[in-house]
């Protein structure tokens, strides 16, 4: 069973572009979740969708958002990009929704450099 | 806010050596999860803890669930060079089993 990729990844932008970053999990698993690592913050939530509706999100700014499609692919988009923006961004993909988070498996992430 | 204080934040250690390693909380957590950080990869889970108390093993790696709930200890034993990596413990809070928090890791480097 192929495991979470994510696309691009490594990436690198301009301060006031935007991104746009791609994930496809695992076959059959429905929930997506968002999180960027940073050496300085470790690894934080940003938003978890399920059945193409945002469940949860994290405390990050307007200009983090996300969508889910009908195939459970998701993208997350990041406007103005700022340079404290420049992070690892990981994809998560578990079964369900919410609690079940030792069933979640991760992407090897996009590596966003912001100029 | 909610926090999970990882010690150490790095480790140098021997081939061959054991390792232990802890993550301390605030707040009570009802899932304990370890997971392992390579470069360039995601995070793998290596064990998850449901139970104050339960101990817990994945071949040379042993964690507990500590019985405050507030508590977690993963123990490496006879290390080899391929466990170098970053080492983080993570879970849901009680009071918000919807989303779940990592630790800031522990960074594991062998000599030889």
């Known amino acids: 069973k192929a495991g979470v990729t994510q696309t691009p990844r490594y990436l690198i932008k301009t301060r006031g572009q935007q991104v746009t970053l791609s994930c496809s999990p695992i076959?059959?698993?429905?929930?997506v979740s968002w999180y960027q690592q940073t050496p300085g913050q470790g690894l934080q939530f940003l938003f978890e969708?399920?059945?193409?509706?945002?469940?949860n999100k994290g405390n990050f700014p307007g200009r983090f958002s996300g969508r889910q499609f009908s195939n459970s692919r998701s993208e997350m988009n990041v406007s103005t990009l700022e340079l404290g923006d420049s992070a690892l961004y990981l994809c998560?993909?578990?079964?369900?929704?919410?609690?079940?988070?030792?069933?979640?498996?991760f992407g090897p992430g996009t590596r966003l450099t912001v100029l | 806010g909610q926090q999970l204080n990882q010690s150490p934040q790095s480790m140098f250690i021997q081939e061959g050596e054991d390792v232990s390693m802890n993550c301390t909380s605030s707040?009570?957590?009802?899932?304990w999860l370890w997971y392992k950080q390579e470069p360039g990869e995601g995070p793998v889970l290596l064990i998850a803890?449901?139970?104050?108390?339960e101990l817990t093993s994945n071949g040379r790696l042993t964690a507990q669930f500590g019985i405050t709930r507030k508590d977690s200890f993963l123990n490496i034993s006879a290390s080899i060079p391929s466990d170098v990596g970053i080492y983080f413990c993570?879970?849901?809070?009680?009071?918000?089993?919807?989303?779940?928090?990592f630790g800031k890791g522990t960074r594991l480097h062998i000599l030889p």
């Open positions: 998560a993909s578990s079964l369900i929704s919410g609690t079940q988070v030792d069933t979640q498996y």
């Open positions: 076959s059959g698993h429905r929930s």
């Open positions: 969708y399920f059945s193409e509706t945002q469940r």
């Open positions: 707040s009570i957590f009802n899932t």
């Open positions: 803890l449901y139970k104050a108390g």
């Open positions: 993570a879970g849901p809070p009680e009071n918000r089993d919807d989303k779940i928090i």
